[in-house]
């Protein structure tokens, strides 16, 4: 399974991003989704998650009410759009996938996810 992440870039502060994740896998659409995010000097986090049916989104809490999580399964893709960026949102942003059986929601854990894509910058000035 092969996740790849694109969508990064510099931007402003104010301004949005969308990171789109294609999910090389035919049940992609089994398959909980989540966004993590590092930024220099720092651990990973999590940032945001969604169940394989789309249903059920969660959000840590700095992207509530500006980060949105979706997913399209006929496409193979889950995205995280983006808005309101700052500057302590430069990161290098990651993709991860949890396969049957998943684990309890909300998929918050990085050990959690058996898939992860390469990741892509993020760097909004101020």
């Known amino acids: 399974v092969q996740l790849q992440a694109f969508g990064g870039g510099l931007v402003q502060a104010g301004n949005s991003l969308r990171l789109s994740c294609v999910v090389s896998?035919?049940?992609?659409?089994?398959?909980?989704m989540g966004w993590f995010r590092q930024a220099p000097g720092k651990e990973r986090e999590f940032v945001a998650a969604?169940?394989?049916?789309?249903?059920?989104?969660y959000y840590v809490d700095f992207a509530k009410g500006r980060f949105t999580i979706s997913r399209d399964n006929a496409k193979n893709t889950v995205y995280l759009q983006m808005n309101s960026l700052k500057p302590e949102d430069t990161a290098v942003y990651y993709c991860?996938?949890?396969?049957?059986?998943?684990?309890?929601?909300?998929?918050?854990?990085?050990?959690?996810?058996?898939?992860w894509g390469q990741g892509t910058q993020v760097t909004v000035s101020s």
């Open positions: 991860a996938a949890d396969r049957p059986p998943w684990g309890s929601w909300p998929i918050k854990g990085l050990d959690e996810y058996d898939y």
């Open positions: 896998e035919r049940s992609f659409s089994r398959y909980d």
């Open positions: 969604i169940r394989w049916s789309g249903g059920r989104t």
